[in-house]
Protein backbone atom coordinates (compact mmCIF):
# COMPACT_ATOMS: atom_id res chain seq x y z
CA UNK A 1 0.00 0.00 0.00
CA UNK A 2 1.39 3.07 -1.03
CA UNK A 3 2.52 6.37 1.93
CA UNK A 4 3.09 9.90 0.73
CA UNK A 5 6.52 10.96 0.60
CA UNK A 6 5.68 13.54 2.71
CA UNK A 7 4.74 11.40 5.53
CA UNK A 8 7.59 9.03 5.49
CA UNK A 9 9.76 11.91 5.65
CA UNK A 10 8.17 13.24 8.68
CA UNK A 11 8.42 9.81 9.89
CA UNK A 12 12.10 8.87 9.10
CA UNK A 13 12.93 12.60 10.48
CA UNK A 14 11.40 12.64 13.66
CA UNK A 15 13.14 8.71 14.10
CA UNK A 16 16.54 9.14 13.31
CA UNK A 17 19.18 7.47 11.48
CA UNK A 18 19.70 5.07 13.27
CA UNK A 19 16.07 3.99 14.29
CA UNK A 20 14.87 4.11 10.92
CA UNK A 21 17.37 1.05 9.70
CA UNK A 22 16.67 -0.83 12.70
CA UNK A 23 12.85 -0.18 11.57
CA UNK A 24 13.29 -1.85 8.00
CA UNK A 25 15.23 -4.52 9.51
CA UNK A 26 12.57 -5.94 12.08
CA UNK A 27 10.25 -5.17 8.54
CA UNK A 28 12.39 -7.55 6.34
CA UNK A 29 12.59 -9.84 9.22
CA UNK A 30 9.14 -9.91 9.32
CA UNK A 31 8.62 -9.15 13.22
CA UNK A 32 5.57 -7.12 12.41
CA UNK A 33 2.38 -8.27 12.98
CA UNK A 34 0.01 -5.87 11.74
CA UNK A 35 -3.41 -6.24 13.80
CA UNK A 36 -5.54 -3.80 12.16
CA UNK A 37 -5.71 -1.32 9.16
CA UNK A 38 -8.22 1.68 8.44
CA UNK A 39 -6.45 2.68 4.72
CA UNK A 40 -8.10 5.37 3.05
CA UNK A 41 -5.23 6.66 0.65
CA UNK A 42 -1.50 6.91 1.14
CA UNK A 43 -2.71 10.17 3.45
CA UNK A 44 -5.50 8.88 4.88
CA UNK A 45 -4.71 5.40 7.36
CA UNK A 46 -4.83 3.90 10.34
CA UNK A 47 -2.72 0.74 11.75
CA UNK A 48 -3.26 -1.26 15.38
CA UNK A 49 0.13 -3.25 15.00
CA UNK A 50 2.09 -5.82 17.22
CA UNK A 51 6.14 -5.83 17.07
CA UNK A 52 8.30 -8.49 18.15
CA UNK A 53 11.95 -7.40 19.20
CA UNK A 54 13.44 -7.88 22.83
CA UNK A 55 9.89 -8.40 23.89
CA UNK A 56 6.34 -7.78 22.18
CA UNK A 57 5.26 -3.85 21.58
CA UNK A 58 2.23 -2.51 21.01
CA UNK A 59 1.97 0.21 18.14
CA UNK A 60 -0.80 2.68 17.07
CA UNK A 61 -0.41 4.80 13.89
CA UNK A 62 -3.29 7.22 12.85
CA UNK A 63 -2.41 9.36 10.09
CA UNK A 64 -5.19 12.44 8.60
CA UNK A 65 -4.61 14.61 5.83
CA UNK A 66 -1.08 14.02 5.30
CA UNK A 67 -0.69 14.60 8.90
CA UNK A 68 0.47 12.33 11.75
CA UNK A 69 -2.23 12.45 14.04
CA UNK A 70 -1.11 10.22 16.81
CA UNK A 71 1.81 7.65 16.81
CA UNK A 72 2.58 5.33 20.00
CA UNK A 73 4.37 2.47 21.29
CA UNK A 74 4.52 0.58 24.47
CA UNK A 75 8.14 0.57 24.50
CA UNK A 76 10.81 2.73 26.64
CA UNK A 77 12.26 4.62 23.90
CA UNK A 78 8.84 6.08 23.36
CA UNK A 79 8.20 6.59 27.09
CA UNK A 80 10.96 8.84 27.18
CA UNK A 81 11.01 10.98 23.91
CA UNK A 82 7.43 10.65 22.80
CA UNK A 83 8.34 10.48 19.33
CA UNK A 84 8.74 8.14 16.14
CA UNK A 85 10.19 4.73 17.75
CA UNK A 86 11.43 2.03 15.47
CA UNK A 87 8.38 -0.15 16.50
CA UNK A 88 6.02 2.85 15.22
CA UNK A 89 8.03 3.03 11.62
CA UNK A 90 8.62 -0.72 11.24
CA UNK A 91 4.65 -0.74 11.12
CA UNK A 92 4.05 1.50 9.07
CA UNK A 93 6.56 0.05 7.03
CA UNK A 94 4.80 -3.54 7.04
CA UNK A 95 1.32 -1.61 5.67
CA UNK A 96 3.39 -0.24 2.85
CA UNK A 97 4.11 -3.96 1.79
CA UNK A 98 1.77 -5.97 2.31
CA UNK A 99 -1.29 -6.55 1.63
CA UNK A 100 -4.59 -8.31 3.96
CA UNK A 101 -2.60 -10.11 5.43
CA UNK A 102 -4.69 -10.07 8.56
CA UNK A 103 -7.92 -10.50 7.22
CA UNK A 104 -8.80 -13.74 8.84
CA UNK A 105 -7.31 -12.37 11.88
CA UNK A 106 -9.94 -9.23 10.93
CA UNK A 107 -12.72 -11.16 10.74
CA UNK A 108 -12.03 -13.12 14.03
CA UNK A 109 -12.07 -9.95 15.93
CA UNK A 110 -15.22 -9.17 13.91
CA UNK A 111 -17.18 -12.52 15.08
CA UNK A 112 -15.77 -12.28 18.88
CA UNK A 113 -17.52 -8.60 19.22
CA UNK A 114 -20.52 -9.77 17.55
CA UNK A 115 -21.03 -12.50 20.28
CA UNK A 116 -20.11 -9.79 23.06
CA UNK A 117 -22.87 -8.06 21.73
CA UNK A 118 -25.51 -10.99 22.13
CA UNK A 119 -24.38 -11.41 25.71
CA UNK A 120 -24.69 -7.99 26.53
CA UNK A 121 -27.87 -8.05 25.21
CA UNK A 122 -28.91 -11.02 27.60
CA UNK A 123 -27.74 -9.37 30.84
CA UNK A 124 -30.61 -6.63 31.53
CA UNK A 125 -31.42 -7.32 34.96
CA UNK A 126 -28.09 -5.20 36.62
CA UNK A 127 -28.25 -2.66 33.99
CA UNK A 128 -28.92 0.20 36.05
CA UNK A 129 -26.65 -0.68 38.66
CA UNK A 130 -23.87 -1.60 36.33
CA UNK A 131 -24.18 1.75 34.67
CA UNK A 132 -24.24 3.46 37.52
CA UNK A 133 -20.51 1.71 38.21
CA UNK A 134 -19.43 2.29 34.82
CA UNK A 135 -20.20 6.08 35.15
CA UNK A 136 -18.50 6.69 38.24
CA UNK A 137 -15.44 4.54 37.12
CA UNK A 138 -15.17 7.03 33.89
CA UNK A 139 -15.20 9.91 36.41
CA UNK A 140 -12.14 8.73 38.03
CA UNK A 141 -10.13 7.65 34.83
CA UNK A 142 -10.91 11.30 33.67
CA UNK A 143 -10.07 12.72 36.98
CA UNK A 144 -6.87 10.68 36.45
CA UNK A 145 -6.58 11.73 33.13
CA UNK A 146 -6.36 15.29 34.11
CA UNK A 147 -3.37 15.02 36.73
CA UNK A 148 -1.57 12.85 34.12
CA UNK A 149 -1.90 15.84 31.41
CA UNK A 150 -1.60 18.70 33.93
CA UNK A 151 1.91 16.70 34.98
CA UNK A 152 3.23 16.57 31.13
CA UNK A 153 2.29 20.32 31.09
CA UNK A 154 4.24 21.05 34.31
CA UNK A 155 7.67 19.03 32.56
CA UNK A 156 7.20 20.13 28.78
CA UNK A 157 5.83 23.65 29.72
CA UNK A 158 3.08 26.27 28.79
CA UNK A 159 1.41 25.88 25.60
CA UNK A 160 2.41 29.19 23.10
CA UNK A 161 0.50 30.72 20.43
CA UNK A 162 2.01 31.66 17.51
CA UNK A 163 0.22 34.03 14.54
CA UNK A 164 0.79 33.95 11.34
CA UNK A 165 -0.39 37.15 9.45
CA UNK A 166 -1.06 36.45 5.64
CA UNK A 167 -1.66 39.69 3.49
CA UNK A 168 -3.40 39.68 -0.47
CA UNK A 169 -2.03 42.85 -2.10
CA UNK A 170 -4.47 42.56 -4.58
CA UNK A 171 -7.50 41.93 -2.69
CA UNK A 172 -6.41 44.23 0.36
CA UNK A 173 -7.05 41.09 2.61
CA UNK A 174 -5.85 40.32 6.04
CA UNK A 175 -6.17 36.67 7.46
CA UNK A 176 -4.50 35.35 10.50
CA UNK A 177 -3.59 31.88 11.00
CA UNK A 178 -2.40 29.97 14.22
CA UNK A 179 0.51 27.72 15.64
CA UNK A 180 0.29 25.57 18.60
CA UNK A 181 2.87 24.21 20.61
CA UNK A 182 6.12 24.32 22.75
CA UNK A 183 9.36 22.76 21.16
CA UNK A 184 7.25 21.72 18.40
CA UNK A 185 4.27 23.51 16.66
CA UNK A 186 1.21 22.41 15.29
CA UNK A 187 -1.13 24.22 12.85
CA UNK A 188 -4.65 24.93 14.40
CA UNK A 189 -6.51 23.65 11.78
CA UNK A 190 -10.03 24.27 12.97
CA UNK A 191 -11.19 28.00 15.35
CA UNK A 192 -14.67 26.10 16.27
CA UNK A 193 -13.58 23.00 17.74
CA UNK A 194 -10.61 24.78 19.23
CA UNK A 195 -13.35 27.22 20.56
CA UNK A 196 -15.78 23.80 21.70
CA UNK A 197 -12.22 22.12 23.26
CA UNK A 198 -11.80 25.49 25.12
CA UNK A 199 -15.17 26.03 26.35
CA UNK A 200 -15.28 22.14 27.75
CA UNK A 201 -11.66 21.53 29.04
CA UNK A 202 -11.43 18.73 26.85
CA UNK A 203 -7.73 16.72 26.53
CA UNK A 204 -6.72 16.41 22.85
CA UNK A 205 -3.77 15.10 20.58
CA UNK A 206 -2.51 17.54 18.28
CA UNK A 207 0.31 15.36 17.68
CA UNK A 208 2.84 12.75 19.09
CA UNK A 209 4.34 15.89 21.20
CA UNK A 210 1.63 17.78 22.16
CA UNK A 211 -1.44 16.09 24.15
CA UNK A 212 -2.77 18.81 26.86
CA UNK A 213 -6.30 19.90 28.80
CA UNK A 214 -7.73 22.91 27.09
CA UNK A 215 -7.40 25.30 29.66
CA UNK A 216 -6.42 28.73 30.09
CA UNK A 217 -3.76 28.61 32.45
CA UNK A 218 -2.21 25.67 30.42
CA UNK A 219 -1.13 28.54 28.18
CA UNK A 220 1.70 30.55 29.07
CA UNK A 221 1.26 34.31 30.15
CA UNK A 222 2.48 36.04 26.52
CA UNK A 223 -0.19 34.63 24.88
CA UNK A 224 -3.26 35.03 27.61
CA UNK A 225 -4.03 38.15 25.54
CA UNK A 226 -4.05 36.44 22.17
CA UNK A 227 -6.01 33.06 23.16
CA UNK A 228 -8.64 35.98 24.38
CA UNK A 229 -8.61 37.35 20.51
CA UNK A 230 -8.78 33.75 19.05
CA UNK A 231 -11.70 32.38 21.19
CA UNK A 232 -13.69 36.15 20.76
CA UNK A 233 -13.01 35.45 17.16
CA UNK A 234 -13.99 31.42 17.15
CA UNK A 235 -16.92 31.85 19.12
CA UNK A 236 -18.06 34.45 15.91
CA UNK A 237 -17.00 31.82 13.38
CA UNK A 238 -19.18 28.89 15.92
CA UNK A 239 -22.50 30.92 15.82
CA UNK A 240 -22.23 32.77 12.48
CA UNK A 241 -21.74 29.31 10.99
CA UNK A 242 -24.39 27.45 13.38
CA UNK A 243 -26.93 29.76 12.03
CA UNK A 244 -26.41 29.49 8.54
CA UNK A 245 -29.90 28.29 7.20
CA UNK A 246 -28.52 28.05 3.34
CA UNK A 247 -26.53 24.57 2.50
CA UNK A 248 -26.11 25.38 -0.79
CA UNK A 249 -24.03 28.36 -0.30
CA UNK A 250 -22.29 25.87 2.95
CA UNK A 251 -20.45 27.75 5.95
CA UNK A 252 -20.63 31.70 5.48
CA UNK A 253 -16.95 31.72 7.83
CA UNK A 254 -13.57 30.29 7.26
CA UNK A 255 -12.88 27.83 10.23
CA UNK A 256 -9.02 27.56 9.74
CA UNK A 257 -8.39 31.04 10.02
CA UNK A 258 -9.80 34.94 11.12
CA UNK A 259 -10.47 37.27 7.95
CA UNK A 260 -9.48 40.70 9.85
CA UNK A 261 -12.20 43.11 9.67
CA UNK A 262 -12.33 47.24 10.46
CA UNK A 263 -12.77 46.52 14.12
CA UNK A 264 -10.57 43.10 14.21
CA UNK A 265 -7.29 44.97 13.18
CA UNK A 266 -7.71 47.37 15.72
CA UNK A 267 -8.25 44.40 18.21
CA UNK A 268 -4.95 42.81 16.31
CA UNK A 269 -3.14 45.62 16.89
CA UNK A 270 -3.69 45.99 20.49
CA UNK A 271 -2.38 42.60 21.36
CA UNK A 272 0.25 42.42 18.99
CA UNK A 273 1.74 46.24 19.60
CA UNK A 274 5.85 46.02 19.52
CA UNK A 275 6.08 42.43 19.05
CA UNK A 276 7.06 40.50 15.17
CA UNK A 277 5.45 37.86 14.08
CA UNK A 278 5.42 35.25 10.53
CA UNK A 279 4.05 37.32 7.73
CA UNK A 280 2.73 35.70 4.09
CA UNK A 281 2.83 38.64 2.05
CA UNK A 282 1.99 38.13 -1.55
CA UNK A 283 3.26 34.57 -1.09
CA UNK A 284 6.53 35.24 0.23
CA UNK A 285 7.56 34.47 3.68
CA UNK A 286 8.60 36.91 5.57
CA UNK A 287 8.28 38.96 8.93
CA UNK A 288 5.72 41.65 10.10
CA UNK A 289 6.37 43.93 13.29
CA UNK A 290 3.67 46.21 15.01
CA UNK A 291 5.03 49.53 15.64
CA UNK A 292 3.16 51.74 18.15
CA UNK A 293 4.28 55.09 16.36
CA UNK A 294 4.32 57.06 13.35
CA UNK A 295 6.41 56.01 10.49
CA UNK A 296 9.11 57.98 9.48
CA UNK A 297 7.47 59.79 6.00
CA UNK A 298 8.51 63.32 5.68
CA UNK A 299 7.65 65.64 2.53
CA UNK A 300 9.73 68.89 1.32
CA UNK A 301 9.66 71.54 -0.87
CA UNK A 302 12.37 72.82 -2.77
CA UNK A 303 13.26 75.10 -5.51
CA UNK A 304 14.08 73.12 -8.64
CA UNK A 305 14.02 76.04 -11.42
CA UNK A 306 14.08 79.61 -11.52
CA UNK A 307 10.65 79.92 -10.62
CA UNK A 308 9.59 76.62 -10.40
CA UNK A 309 9.34 74.22 -7.27
CA UNK A 310 8.51 70.87 -6.15
CA UNK A 311 7.19 68.78 -3.15
CA UNK A 312 8.48 65.66 -2.87
CA UNK A 313 8.53 62.91 -0.29
CA UNK A 314 11.18 60.76 0.70
CA UNK A 315 9.64 57.25 0.35
CA UNK A 316 7.82 55.97 -2.40
CA UNK A 317 4.40 56.29 -1.44
CA UNK A 318 2.75 53.51 -3.85
CA UNK A 319 4.49 50.48 -1.71
CA UNK A 320 2.84 51.71 1.35
CA UNK A 321 -1.06 50.74 1.90
CA UNK A 322 -3.41 52.37 3.99
CA UNK A 323 -5.65 50.04 6.64
CA UNK A 324 -8.31 51.54 8.20
CA UNK A 325 -10.13 50.32 11.59
CA UNK A 326 -12.67 51.33 12.91
CA UNK A 327 -11.04 53.68 16.00
CA UNK A 328 -7.68 53.98 14.21
CA UNK A 329 -5.77 54.22 11.26
CA UNK A 330 -2.56 52.02 9.57
CA UNK A 331 0.08 51.90 7.26
CA UNK A 332 1.45 48.84 6.43
CA UNK A 333 4.80 49.55 4.78
CA UNK A 334 8.30 47.46 4.52
CA UNK A 335 6.96 45.20 6.70
CA UNK A 336 5.86 47.39 9.55
CA UNK A 337 2.53 47.70 10.29
CA UNK A 338 1.85 51.59 11.79
CA UNK A 339 -0.69 52.72 13.77
CA UNK A 340 -1.15 56.70 12.98
CA UNK A 341 -1.42 59.02 15.95
CA UNK A 342 -4.26 61.65 14.70
CA UNK A 343 -2.05 64.56 14.07
CA UNK A 344 -0.77 62.12 11.50
CA UNK A 345 -3.95 61.18 10.08
CA UNK A 346 -4.88 64.93 9.47
CA UNK A 347 -1.42 66.24 8.04
CA UNK A 348 0.89 63.74 6.47
CA UNK A 349 -1.56 61.08 5.42
CA UNK A 350 -3.92 64.09 3.87
CA UNK A 351 -0.93 64.66 1.57
CA UNK A 352 -0.04 61.06 1.31
CA UNK A 353 -3.76 60.53 -0.64
CA UNK A 354 -3.55 63.69 -2.79
CA UNK A 355 -0.44 62.20 -4.40
CA UNK A 356 -2.07 58.72 -4.69
CA UNK A 357 -5.25 59.89 -6.06
CA UNK A 358 -3.46 62.13 -8.52
CA UNK A 359 -1.32 59.25 -8.95
CA UNK A 360 1.78 61.27 -8.67
CA UNK A 361 5.15 61.33 -7.04
CA UNK A 362 5.83 64.85 -6.58
CA UNK A 363 3.65 68.20 -6.80
CA UNK A 364 4.60 70.95 -8.81
CA UNK A 365 4.33 74.84 -8.33
CA UNK A 366 4.81 77.96 -10.15
CA UNK A 367 6.44 80.79 -7.88
CA UNK A 368 3.39 82.81 -7.84
CA UNK A 369 1.54 80.29 -6.14
CA UNK A 370 3.55 80.23 -3.21
CA UNK A 371 1.82 82.90 -1.41
CA UNK A 372 -1.73 80.38 -1.66
CA UNK A 373 1.21 77.49 -0.63
CA UNK A 374 1.81 79.23 2.45
CA UNK A 375 -1.37 80.86 3.27
CA UNK A 376 -3.87 77.80 3.18
CA UNK A 377 -1.31 74.66 2.90
CA UNK A 378 0.88 74.78 5.47
CA UNK A 379 -1.86 76.08 8.27
CA UNK A 380 -3.91 73.05 7.44
CA UNK A 381 -1.22 70.52 7.98
CA UNK A 382 0.05 72.18 10.88
CA UNK A 383 3.68 72.96 8.66
CA UNK A 384 4.48 69.57 8.24
CA UNK A 385 6.07 70.17 4.60
CA UNK A 386 9.88 71.01 5.33
CA UNK A 387 12.31 73.44 3.56
CA UNK A 388 14.94 73.04 2.02
CA UNK A 389 16.28 75.91 -0.11
CA UNK A 390 12.90 77.93 0.36
CA UNK A 391 12.95 81.25 2.58
CA UNK A 392 9.24 82.56 3.64
CA UNK A 393 10.59 86.16 3.43
CA UNK A 394 10.91 85.99 0.00
CA UNK A 395 7.14 85.14 -0.58
CA UNK A 396 6.48 88.86 1.08
CA UNK A 397 8.45 90.44 -1.98
CA UNK A 398 6.12 88.43 -4.76
Not at 45 to 57: L, P, Q, S
Not at 135 to 164: A, C, F, T, V
Not at 261 to 268: A, C, M, P, Q, R
Not at 335 to 355: A, D, G, M, P, V
Amino acid sequence: MQISKSVMENLTEDAGYERTQKAKKYQKQQKVEIEYKDYIDENNFEIKAKVYGMEEYKVYVLVEKGEIEDITCTCEDYERHYGVCKHSLAAVLELQNTENKNKKQIEEYIEKDLTNTKKQKSETKYRTFRQIVNSIYNEELENLQQEINEKQIEKQGKIKIEPKIIYDRYTKNIKIEFKLGNKRMYKLKNLREFYERMLNNTIYRYGNQLEFIHKKENFEEKSQELLEFILKHAEIIKYANQNTNNSYYGKQLNETNITITNSGIDDLFEVMKGKICEFENNYLEETLEFMEKDPQIEFQLEKTKKDEYSITTNIDIYKLTKIKGRKYQYILYENKLYKLSKEFEQTKLRLIQIFKDNYITSLELEEKDLQDFFAIIMPKINNKIQLANVRRRRIRKI
